[in-house]
């Protein structure tokens, strides 16, 4: 109990380091303000979800003590919490006689779905801070953007707002008004599920996973999901709160299809000689261009829709055999 204690504190106050050196404004600051959730994973994912939660726990207090409440709570809905939540999913098993070592752990397809449900979430708890209503969060937004262009621009309160080429930067930030939120959510997704790979590799490489190491090729979603993506599609067209909140679901649903969709491109082309190829350069399109993953999305919803895996599996057939001699003398 006390070492679980002492990695809590730990872990705490590396995650509560991490959150805060944001505020320096610093690239490499940011860099770190991204890695604030490995801590918590880590703790939960090496030790214990109770472990993970009371990491979370210690930093938020830490935080709200030595900085404001308003930032104990941006630590504990953004961070802490989404963390935690996730490390506890993460080593999530039920009894199941046929599965290797007698246990179902939580798949790796759910945990995507987990990161996108808790991203949306956390970004539409945060939509408050800026108005109770659309057009009053609208303002919100908008003000603090502009606030965040004449820091960035130099510019003195009160002072004409352009941009260095004299433009007008209103129809930019209008576009940021209208995009950050799903963007927001996106990104929030992203960093949970990168920093919960991480955790699971040095805890694996530690000895210390409990969980077996899951086929990510095999990666599906609840039949479900595609009726709840097509849901929130159809309510982002409509106006106001409604149409928000909606978009900011659809974005990180269409992400969670994004991976299912390269866990298919890494099953269709096992076995390929070119897969190293293939696999390499799909990435290297995802990490430069990002838009190859609207491709990979529907590639993730065309599987989940006909069993793409499935029919392509049953036409390669199964593994050819070698050829072994009818007799000693062939």
Same mark, same amino acid.
């Not at 830490?62 to 996730?86: C, D, E, H, K």
């Not at 945060?126 to 130099?154: C, H, K, M, N």
């Not at 990666?219 to 909140?245: K, W």
């Not at 350069?281 to 065309?302: K, M, R, T």
């Given at each position: 109990?006390?070492q679980?204690?002492?990695?809590s504190?730990?872990?705490?106050a ?8 944001v505020?320096?404004?610093s690239l ?10 490995l801590?918590?994973?880590l703790a939960?994912?090496?030790?214990s979800?109770?472990a993970?939660a009371?990491? =979370? !726990?210690?930093? @938020?207090?830490?935080? $709200?003590?030595l900085?404001? #409440? +308003?930032?104990?709570? *941006?630590?504990l809905?953004g961070v802490g ?5 996730l ?9 199941e006689?046929t599965a ?12 995507v779905l ?15 801070a800026f ?6 969060y ?5 003000a603090a953007?502009?606030?965040v ?15 260095p080429n004299?433009?007008?930067p209103?129809?930019?930030?209008d576009l ?19 920093n919960?790979w991480i =955790? !699971?590799?040095? @805890?694996?490489?530690? $000895?210390?996973?409990?969980? #077996? +190491?899951p086929?990510? *090729?095999?990666?599906t ?5 595609s009726i709840a ?10 106006s106001?709160?409604v ?7 659809s974005a990180?649903l ?5 991976f299912v969709?390269?866990a298919?491109l890494?099953s269709i082309?096992a ?11 799909v990435w290297?399109?995802?990490?430069v ?15 989940s ?5 499935g029919r392509?599996?049953?036409r ?5 055999q ?5 007799n000693?003398?062939?």
């Amino acid at each position: 109990m006390s070492q679980i204690i002492l990695i809590s504190l730990g872990a705490g106050a590396a995650s509560a380091l991490l959150f805060a050196a944001v505020s320096s404004g610093s690239l490499l600051a940011v860099g770190l303000f991204y890695l604030a959730p490995l801590p918590i994973l880590l703790a939960g994912m090496a030790w214990s979800h109770i472990a993970g939660a009371a990491a =979370a !726990a210690f930093a @938020a207090i830490a935080m $709200g003590v030595l900085l404001g #409440p +308003w930032f104990g709570f *941006s630590y504990l809905i953004g961070v802490g919490l989404p963390a935690a939540i996730l490390a506890y999913l993460a080593l999530l098993a039920r009894p199941e006689p046929t599965a290797p070592g007698g246990l179902d752990w939580y798949p790796a397809g759910r945990l995507v779905l987990a990161a996108a449900i808790i991203a949306a979430l956390t970004v539409t708890l945060i939509i408050p801070a800026f108005g109770f209503d659309f057009e009053s969060y609208q303002t919100g937004l908008r003000a603090a953007i502009e606030r965040v262009f004449r820091v960035q621009l130099g510019l003195q309160a009160g002072a004409p707002l352009r941009m260095p080429n004299g433009s007008d930067p209103a129809r930019l930030i209008d576009l940021l008004v209208s995009v950050l939120p799903p963007m927001a959510a996106l990104l929030m997704m992203l960093t949970n599920l990168a920093n919960l790979w991480i =955790a !699971a590799r040095i @805890a694996c490489s530690s $000895g210390r996973l409990k969980r #077996p +190491w899951p086929d990510i *090729s095999a990666m599906t979603l609840p039949t479900a999901t595609s009726i709840a993506l097509a849901v929130a599609l159809a309510l982002s067209f409509l106006s106001g709160m409604v149409a928000l909140v909606a978009a900011i679901l659809s974005a990180t649903l269409f992400m969670a299809y994004a991976f299912v969709g390269l866990a298919v491109l890494h099953s269709i082309t096992a076995g390929l000689a070119v897969r190293g190829f293939i696999i390499g350069a799909v990435w290297a399109l995802v990490l430069v261009l990002g838009w190859p993953l609207v491709l990979a999305a529907i590639l993730g919803l065309v599987d989940s829709a006909i069993g793409l895996r499935g029919r392509i599996a049953g036409r390669r057939g199964p593994p050819s055999q070698p050829h072994l001699p009818k007799n000693p003398t062939e």
